[in-house]
């Protein structure tokens, strides 16, 4: 007996053996044979409304008004797009591609191959007598600029992960460069996608930084999702960073830089004007981070001590902060008052696993206590490494947003992302050392990881930036538009430069948190030349007053 095809994995299907339907007379099976075809129309043209709708509307022309009618309503919806494209290009890509493109994979370029391909990757199920062969049927068809998505359903006797032992199977019956096969959350659907092109090759340059809207003051922000660089399937890819800490690990030269970049660009309007407020520690000597130095409101790059230092102040006005708040709000926003701090530390493992015993002991302490209470009352810790092991990151669960870019072992993916995550398909310790800044991610919120590459900012660029986001540290309000300017001095706080007149040194941060148990915000201010000039002017025209100047 002939082996049936059903695509069919929701419903129960009752089949009519052929022997027993052909024992039949025949003035008896013509009804039959019309009861079934009419029910199987109409279930077609209720399944496929727009389908439906075009085949009678054609019929009907063509029927009541001829073959010159026929043509009219063919060509008029033709010419009426094509003066479309034309005059609108924009709003004919936006509205009327994605549903070309939905179509036409859909029901040409999957859905003519499909059933073939299920049978020879044998992902059918069949009934015990043999007769029935039930396959995953497809459901929606979404296209990205770089994969096709399937959302398909899982019949009974099928699991996602059977259907994603087949991917391989499925990358070539698709001709495709991968397959990725999803969970949606939902039983019995999964989402199978097909990557056409890999848009991560090449380097994606830096995103621009956010600014106004003409007409308007205020630079819309979302500190939860924070652009980075590019997903796998060419849309946007962001970090959350309001309520998060990111954990960054991969190799000498993956370029977990350019993830750091690539944050501190998109967040440059909220530095400069005070509702962002980074802490930077760079255990190289600054090699990384002191590019952009005016940018971090406290920065440490010599000294253990003093590096630990900044994380327990860091950790101290964080408790500060949270018994202010307590009792008082739930969810923290940031604001001038509150700011966001967003605390860096490059090289994680200088401090947990390579300083001497009493600043590790320190360093995690001050770490967890960060990373544990932190992202409820405005912090966030973004911690860069290249070991991910247990030893050399003891807290590195309490991290709850991981990216793994280059590594160099197969365990290290899973010690990043977590048990099974390679199995996956996160391929991490696969990733070339040409790619800088690829990598694949995963959130709290997702179960499977997704590969992402993160912008490139150039060393010019972070120059550019810094010296025109730099926080702005005056309160005062006789000068008004001041621009941004490099650091005064060497980047060693404290310590002014002895060749600069006196009243040319930096002054006095203003301290902005009430609660007198706070402990002092130890920040070296940001004063720009133009700054200096202004007020010194304002203080000479003070003293020949006989007032003081502010």
Same mark, same amino acid.
């Given at each position: ?13 009752? &089949? ?14 013509? =009804? ?47 010419? %009426? ?26 029901? !040409? ?10 049978? /020879? ?13 039930? !396959?995953?049927? !497809? ?5 990205? $600029?770089?994969?096709? +998505? ?24 698709? /001709?495709? #460069? ?23 090759? %090449? ?6 930084? $956010? ?7 205020? @630079? ?23 309520? +998060? ?68 102040? &860091? ?9 202010? #708040?307590?009792?008082? @709000?739930?969810?923290?926003? $940031? ?25 590790? /002991? +320190? ?84 179960? &499977?990881?997704?590969? @992402? ?14 010296? &025109?986001?730099?926080? !702005? ?45 706070? =402990? ?15 007020? +010194? ?14």
């Amino acid at each position: 007996m002939a082996t049936r095809l059903v695509m069919s994995s929701r419903r129960r299907t009752v &089949e009519v053996r052929r022997s027993l339907v052909e024992a039949l007379p025949f003035w008896v099976r013509l =009804p039959v044979w019309c009861g079934v075809g009419g029910y199987r129309l109409v279930k077609a043209a209720i399944q496929h409304p727009r389908t439906t709708a075009v085949t009678a509307t054609l019929g009907t022309a063509g029927v009541l008004g001829g073959r010159w009618a026929l043509a009219g309503v063919v060509l008029a919806p033709v010419a %009426a797009a094509v003066v479309w494209r034309i005059a609108w290009p924009a709003s004919f890509a936006q509205r009327v591609t994605p549903r070309l493109l939905r179509w036409q994979r859909r029901w !040409i370029r999957y859905g003519r191959r499909w059933n073939g391909w299920m049978m /020879r990757c044998r992902l059918g199920v069949s009934d015990p007598g043999g007769d029935v062969v039930v !396959i995953p049927q !497809i459901r929606r068809v979404e296209v990205t $600029p770089a994969a096709d +998505r399937l959302l398909i359903d899982v019949p009974a006797g099928l699991t996602v992960d059977t259907i994603r032992q087949r991917s391989a199977e499925l990358a070539n019956a698709a /001709r495709a #460069l991968d397959c990725r096969v999803r969970s949606t959350g939902s039983p019995g659907l999964a989402w199978v996608e097909f990557q056409r092109k890999d848009v991560l090759v %090449a380097t994606i340059p830096a995103l621009p930084i $956010p600014r106004a809207a003409e007409g308007e003051d205020l @630079v819309p922000l979302d500190l939860a999702a924070v652009p980075v660089g590019t997903r796998e399937d060419g849309t946007p890819w962001t970090l959350p960073v309001l309520g +998060r800490h990111v954990l960054v690990a991969g190799r000498s030269r993956a370029g977990k830089g350019s993830v750091l970049w690539s944050v501190l660009r998109y967040l440059a309007p909220a530095i400069r004007c005070g509702l962002v407020k980074v802490s930077g520690i760079d255990p190289k000597g600054g090699m990384e981070l002191s590019i952009g130095r005016p940018l971090f409101t406290r920065y440490e790059a010599d000294q253990l001590e003093a590096m630990v230092a900044l994380l327990e102040a &860091e950790a101290d006005h964080m408790d500060c902060v949270a018994s202010e #708040l307590a009792g008082n @709000v739930r969810k923290f926003t $940031p604001s001038m008052e509150h700011p966001l701090h967003l605390v860096v530390v490059d090289e994680l493992a200088t401090l947990t696993a390579y300083a001497p015993m009493e600043v590790r /002991r +320190r360093a995690e302490t001050a770490l967890g206590r960060l990373l544990t209470k932190g992202a409820a009352v405005g912090w966030a810790v973004l911690g860069l490494v290249q070991e991910p092991s247990k030893d050399i990151i003891p807290m590195r669960g309490l991290f709850t947003y991981r990216l793994a870019l280059c590594l160099d072992t197969p365990s290290q993916v899973d010690m990043v992302l977590g048990d099974g995550m390679r199995d996956l398909g996160a391929l991490a310790d696969q990733i070339s050392l040409s790619t800088p800044g690829m990598g694949y991610a995963l959130s709290e919120f997702e179960k &499977e990881p997704f590969r @992402v590459r993160a912008a490139y900012v150039a060393d010019d660029e972070i120059r550019a930036m810094a010296g &025109e986001y730099a926080p !702005i540290t005056t309160d005062s309000n006789d000068i008004e538009d001041i621009p941004a300017a490099p650091v005064v001095g060497d980047g060693n706080e404290g310590q002014a430069d002895e060749t600069e007149p006196a009243d040319a040194r930096p002054v006095e941060p203003v301290e902005v948190v009430e609660l007198e148990e706070c =402990p002092p915000a130890d920040v070296t201010p940001v004063v720009p030349d133009s700054l200096l000039a202004k007020l +010194r002017g304002l203080s000479a025209a003070g003293g020949s007053d006989g007032t003081e100047a502010a």
